[in-house]
């Protein structure tokens, strides 16, 4: 077995050298991520090593120490602060082209646009310099690049680099697909987000936010909308983690949340052997799946919402150390079938002095990765303050509406022709549409709500209040 992994290396390594589209450190890097996929050096989880992390670990948000009040020393804390969004997924799942990122959230504006106005807003308000880095992928950089000329004028330093390219392998022969003449987009893929660390040190941006002083980088998805630094929801107060990480000298900090029956398969946070570590569930024995996916022992979920210190950052890349836990993720291109290798910035988690978690409030985590969840941010259920995305206090539910939309409303386009306005729903438990169904505007849905077009198309009429109803035609209405 060893030789055949050897043999198998080799012939990689020999047909990647091969390469020209792609860096050296990129083709080092890909090697080196095969390398220890074939060694098989991945640990398995000793279940009953595992412990749960004391609030010294997972740090409750309320027992933070209230971050200075002083305007001054508040701009003093931030100018140390760099925000790094991840921005290399495509809307495709969403029907669109291009960037996630550039997807209409709310009153017109993108992802972007709320993301910009926000550290504007912040800028302006504190005088200091946070900049906003966005980490694209081959398939976004092109589109990014255009969209951020629009921001040209705006009171932000916006920097751009790209992650790394690496070749998908051929599961057959395991040779890199670009060798067998496929050159285009189908023969590469992006490594997953866990490859922020090397690509923002081989980009050279890390050396270049370590000389303007920056101390911390604040890492979220793009399409998180909850992902925020100035506003507490509770109160307009900045934020206090970054004082807290800063004065602890926590190298690592991972913002968790309580979990509920929608996110069973989040990572979680763990003490094992002495460290904080992440477990996700594809490292679960098959026996304790089920035991993992409760809401009893496993409390609480990665939102990779992520606070790193960047001189930790250049000292573990220099040295190799970031052996984060690989993702094989096997995928089929024109009939063929291949192998990408990618890993998550959460699993670096590990590596890092002084590591915590802090459990957050639910309103840090807001993705939208579907129609329904842009069902929820286009409603009455939120409101908009400076580019902030912020929940409507006249409901009193903590928990947001669950929605299933039918394949119908799956494409952005087809969702938002579907809905001449978007329903009010504050007092909304559930909601399950499912065929031809079209609304009208001013549509108010309470409690709960299943809506189903059993034969043609069903309109619901403008003005109509839906409470508790089960409608299968228009009869019901």
């Known amino acids: 077995m060893a030789v055949a992994a050897d043999v198998k290396l080799e012939g990689l390594r020999a047909a990647t050298d091969k390469l020209d589209q792609i860096s050296e450190n990129e083709k080092s890097g890909f090697i080196s991520l095969v390398s220890r996929y074939l060694s098989g050096e991945a640990e398995q989880i000793e279940w009953s090593k595992?412990?749960?992390?004391?609030?010294?670990?997972?740090?409750?948000?309320?027992?933070?120490?209230a971050a200075p009040e002083d305007l001054n020393e508040t701009k003093k804390l931030l100018d140390k602060l760099v925000v790094l969004k991840l921005n290399g997924?495509?809307?495709?799942?969403?029907?669109?082209?291009g960037p996630k990122s550039?997807?209409?959230?709310?009153?017109?504006?993108?992802?972007?646009?709320?993301?910009?106005?926000?550290?504007?807003?912040?800028?302006?308000?504190?005088?200091?310099?946070?900049?906003?880095?966005?980490?694209?992928?081959?398939?976004?950089?092109?589109?990014?690049?255009?969209?951020?000329?629009?921001?040209?004028?705006?009171?932000?330093?916006?920097h751009t680099f790209n992650q790394s390219q690496y070749p998908r392998i051929v599961t057959e022969d395991f040779l890199p697909l670009p060798s067998k003449g496929k050159?285009?987009?189908?023969?590469?893929?992006?490594?997953?987000?866990?490859?922020?660390?090397?690509?923002?040190?081989?980009?050279?941006?890390?050396?270049?936010?370590?000389?303007?002083?920056?101390?911390?980088?604040?890492?979220?998805?793009?399409?998180?909308?909850?992902?925020?630094?100035?506003?507490?929801?509770?109160?307009?107060?900045?934020?206090?983690?970054?004082?807290h990480l800063i004065h602890n000298q926590n190298e690592y900090c991972m913002e968790v949340t309580p979990k509920t029956l929608a996110d069973v398969k989040g990572g979680t946070l763990i003490s094992y052997e002495?460290?904080?570590?992440?477990?996700?569930?594809?490292?679960?024995?098959?026996?304790?799946?089920?035991?993992?996916?409760?809401?009893?022992?496993?409390?609480?979920?990665?939102?990779n919402n992520l606070w790193v210190n960047l001189k930790a950052i250049k000292r573990l890349v220099e040295a190799e150390a970031l052996k984060m836990e690989i993702i094989p993720n096997p995928k089929e291109v024109d009939g063929v079938k291949v192998l990408q290798l990618e890993t998550a910035a959460g699993a670096?988690?590990?590596?890092?002095?002084?590591?915590?978690?802090?459990?957050?409030?639910?309103?840090?985590?807001?993705?939208v990765k579907a129609t329904s969840d842009l069902l929820l941010v286009q409603s009455d259920l939120y409101t908009l303050v400076d580019g902030f995305v912020i929940r409507n206090p006249a409901r009193t539910n903590p928990s947001n509406p669950s929605i299933e939309l039918g394949p119908e409303f799956k494409k952005v386009a087809n969702f938002l022709a579907r809905f001449k306005s978007i329903p009010s729903i504050v007092e909304l438990d559930?909601?399950?549409?499912?065929?031809?169904?079209?609304?009208?505007?001013?549509?108010?849905?309470?409690?709960?709500v299943t809506i189903t077009a059993k034969s043609g198309k069903l309109e619901i009429p403008d003005g109509a209040v839906l409470e508790n109803k089960d409608i299968n035609g228009p009869e019901d209405l």
């Open 50 to 65: 595992i412990q749960t992390p004391t609030d010294e670990v997972v740090v409750p948000y309320d027992t933070l120490s």
């Open 89 to 97: 997924g495509l809307g495709t799942t969403m029907g669109c082209t």
């Open 102 to 158: 550039v997807i209409e959230v709310r009153n017109g504006f993108t992802f972007l646009d709320l993301i910009v106005i926000q550290i504007e807003s912040l800028n302006k308000k504190y005088g200091c310099n946070v900049p906003l880095l966005l980490m694209n992928s081959f398939n976004t950089h092109d589109d990014t690049q255009k969209i951020v000329e629009k921001y040209s004028n705006s009171n932000i330093e916006i």
């Open 183 to 243: 050159t285009g987009k189908d023969g590469w893929y992006p490594p997953g987000h866990g490859d922020v660390f090397p690509s923002l040190n081989n980009s050279g941006k890390l050396d270049t936010l370590l000389a303007q002083g920056k101390e911390y980088v604040f890492v979220a998805n793009s399409d998180n909308l909850g992902a925020i630094v100035d506003i507490k929801f509770e109160s307009l107060t900045i934020t206090e983690i970054l004082n």
């Open 274 to 303: 002495g460290r904080v570590q992440l477990l996700e569930i594809a490292q679960v024995p098959d026996e304790h799946v089920n035991e993992f996916k409760s809401i009893e022992k496993f409390k609480i979920f990665n939102t």
């Open 348 to 367: 670096a988690i590990r590596f890092f002095e002084k590591a915590i978690g802090i459990n957050v409030p639910r309103s840090r985590f807001l993705p």
């Open 430 to 448: 559930t909601l399950k549409v499912s065929g031809d169904v079209w609304f009208g505007s001013g549509v108010t849905l309470k409690g709960k």
